[in-house]
């Protein structure tokens, strides 16, 4: 009775010791795992992209099946240690991470059951997600938690902002669409609208462009638009940064500037 106390001690510490190693990153262990994981990962993605290219995969072909079978192993193995060392294995399984870590796996079996699945290879190169969840840049560093902050603060801004920047490039294709028309290219509105989104980026690829003196001039005016976007953007989003960084502690935002502790907690601040 007591050996079976003992050994069910001991496999439930075992499990213990695998959850802090793969779920928790203040540990040495779980240190050293993410950052093996994080090599593993991003060396996978590499493959997969080299496997993409024609003259790569005709010389290394079978170096890059092993290596695809040895990432596979490796997250396989892993993805059964998660479910079996979670406190809550229905729980990671249907979460953001544990759907992406099963979809890391998936389409090597598929391909190897069903040789028609070849296409669905290409899914691996979701792996990269994985990246996020092994530094855990967002959850860890205070600068992401400001990120997130400004961004909860700001949405409105951002929805009116995206608003009215759909209600813009739809009203220049639109307009380019009736003063080009089909025969110089612009086939059809959202082909246009494509033009518009282009142009006020100031990417402009070159596929279709403005033929007629006026669609010429609504181009221009579309490329200062499009600057002015940039430059506005980025001075309110410096302004509204500066004014609203908020005490790290209390999320406080009402503060003075140059102040060295805030008065609403007395939490120091960093200078820099």
């Known amino acids: ?63 890059l099946i092993g290596l695809e079978w040895f990432f596979t192993v490796v997250f396989t193995v892993e993805y059964v240690l998660r479910l079996y060392c979670s406190r809550n294995p229905l729980g990671y399984a249907r979460s953001f991470f544990g759907v992406v870590d099963l979809i890391a796996v998936i389409p090597t079996y598929v391909s190897l059951l069903l040789p028609g699945a070849q296409a669905l290879i290409v899914i691996r190169i979701l792996r990269l997600l994985r990246v996020f969840r092994v530094l855990k840049l967002v959850q860890y560093t205070r600068a992401g938690l400001h990120l997130l902050y400004l961004l909860q603060e700001s949405w409105q801004r951002i929805w009116v902002f995206v608003l009215a920047l759909s209600l813009l490039v739809t009203t220049l294709g639109s307009m380019i669409y009736l003063i080009e028309g089909p025969e110089n290219g612009f086939a059809s509105i959202p082909l246009s609208m494509y033009w518009a989104v ?51 502690r209390c999320r406080e935002t009402r503060l003075e500037k140059g102040s060295e502790f805030c008065k609403y907690c007395g939490h120091k601040f960093h200078q820099h």
């Open 198 to 248: 282009v142009t006020l980026t100031t990417v402009g690829y070159g596929d279709i462009s403005p033929q007629t003196p006026l669609g010429k001039f609504v181009a221009a005016m579309v490329m200062v638009i499009g600057y002015a976007i940039i430059v506005m953007s980025i001075s309110l989003s410096h302004r509204h940064f500066k004014r609203t960084t908020p005490c790290v």
């Open 1 to 63: 009775m007591e050996e079976h106390k003992e050994h069910q001690t001991s496999w439930g510490s075992r499990r213990e010791l695998l959850n802090k190693i793969l779920f928790e990153s203040t540990t040495p262990l779980g240190r050293g795992s993410d950052i093996a994981l994080f090599i593993i990962i991003v060396a996978s993605v590499v493959a997969v992209m080299l496997e993409s290219i024609d003259q790569v995969r005709a010389v290394h072909g079978t170096l």
